[in-house]
């Protein structure tokens, strides 16, 4: 084989090898006069149009693969990431609590001139069926809170305590009809009494002489448990029609137990 | 003649999107056995066969920034060993396939390429498309036999 291959078994063959030896060093010759490099240099700036157009084709099919082969990792990352939103949320709405108790707690200290020996401030327990307040050593002076008490919410009385079971004290807000009869006065002096009708905050047994105007202030008159002068409400419409013994007014209270973060209990 | 001119320049064009697709991959798998095959056809040839290996591996110099003298050294060795090998490997369709697996393994470490993920896949997707090709050929050639003989 070796041998028919050196000695060039036809004419013909050994014609074409010659030329192939002649091109070969024609070639080295040009690529050490610089032009091959040239050459070379100008077929790359041709076909890099081409080249760019399959650098886009193969780089977006790779990415779709790669798309699919970490799909079940991305599906996980996500779920991960679902739990851990869903933790900061829970974290979140802790902090947006605690804002909003430290705010109303730097608000009653600073807007007060009362000793806080004779206040609690504890937290509300929303609830439309049983409002109650919690409290505890942590919240200031237990035994502040007996049944009677009034709580209050931005300095407005909402309602009494009416029973206390272990830490829990239940609230009966004013506009329940359970809630003991209040004593109350408005700004001009005039007395009545403050009961709840199950959906709005009454002043009733106002003698009919006496004049009620409306958006005038009512605070308690004082009584045995309730201090002087605590602040229930705006006097919002007058009920009483002509042929009535007493007159009876709609108080509206501009604060609800149910949206605030703090309570105060005297 | 201006047919052949034609089905040659068809080729040489078909043969260079080819190998800046595998350029864009990795090593010129299809185009050096394509080339090879070319050169095969046109082994009778006694001017168009040098020419030929010029051209080719003009363009495979200038998709691989090889030096022109080595692209024209490598195909000119790659065709030589096909020859060579001819004693050794009966059978043309692996001579081919061990030639072109041969000077693709001098490319990789003659270009200091990274066997990756794509360079594999690559090498699997011509390699199958290289069987397809055969069996269809040679699929063809048989119907083309039936229908001679009928």
Redesign the interface.
Known sequence: ?WRS?LLFSNR?QA??WL??AG??LL??L??FAGV??N??????C??QP??RF??RV?TEA?RSTNNIRTWKTTVRRVQDLELKLAHAQAQLSQLDQLQAENSELRQLLNSSDRSLNQVTITRPIVSLAQPAIFFDQSFGDQSLVRVGSPVLVEETLVGLVSKIDANLAYISLLWQEETPLILVETQAGVQGILRGNGKYVLLTEVPTDQELIIGERVATTGQEGIEQGLYVGEIQSIQSGHSSAVKTAIIQQYVSFYEVALVEVR | MFKQILITLIKLLSLIILICFERVIGLPWLFILFCLIWLDENHEQLYQWPMLLVVLSLVLASAYHLSWPLAYFLLLAANTLLWLVGYQIKNKKRRFLAVVIMTNLFLLWWLKLKVGYLASAQFIVSYVLVVLWMRLFSLEKRWKQILKVQ
């Open positions: 084989m291959f013909v014609k074409r030329i192939v091109v070969g070639l080295i040009l690529s091959s490099n050459l070379t240099q100008w077929g790359h041709q076909l081409l080249l399959n650098v193969i790779y």
